[in-house]
């Protein structure tokens, strides 16, 4: 299924940049960076569980945001891309 995750840390100390980097980083370890704090991941039931457990353990909830939005197997009708980058397969191989 392909899930949105977004987050919102705050920077405002060397933990929050720590945290944040540590977030993003495991976000790449699942999905497509689609804008700064954004990600699109395709992932079975488990490996939303560990990313999620993952993540909810990384942030500060007094501080951190952190949204997962479901968008299911037939995401394709639900996503429209307007603007300069380019689309990419969700569904493709993912190279750093």
């Known amino acids: 299924m392909l899930v949105l995750i977004t987050y919102d840390v705050s920077t405002q100390s ?5 945290r944040l980097r540590k ?7 699942y999905g497509q960076r689609v804008q700064n704090s954004v990600f699109e991941c395709i992932l079975d039931a488990s490996q939303l569980l560990l ?8 942030i500060n909830e007094k501080e951190d945001s952190l949204r997962f939005y479901y968008l ?3 995401y394709r009708t639900k996503v429209e ?16």
């Open 14 to 18: 060397v933990a929050g940049r720590t």
């Open 72 to 74: 299911g197997n037939n």
């Open 51 to 58: 990313l999620k457990d993952m993540l909810v353990s990384l």
């Open 81 to 96: 891309h307007f603007g300069c980058k380019t689309s990419y397969d969700a569904e493709g191989i993912l190279m750093i």
């Open 23 to 29: 977030v993003a980083k495991e976000c790449v370890n």
